[in-house]
């Protein structure tokens, strides 16, 4: 059985620093902006986050990243 996430764990060489971490986090403010979205499939062309390839926790992640970094340029690789 894998431990719970809450468990200590001795990772050597790897610093998950935290701190900075959770301070980055406090950045993403744009939660509200993905209200609309829906959660289930509306038609063949929109994106819906129950969606079984890139559902709601990947793409709250990406959007508020995208939202805050505001990068150049995006390169998507893959289907």
Known sequence: MPL???TDRRLPGIDLNEKEQLEFLNNFTF?????GVPQHKVDEASFYMENGAFGSGDAEYWYQLIRYKKPKLIIEIGD
């Not at 939660?31 to 209200?35: G, I, P, T, Y």
Request: charged residues 10%.
């Open 4 to 6: 719970p996430l809450t």
């Open 31 to 35: 939660a509200h902006e993905l209200a």
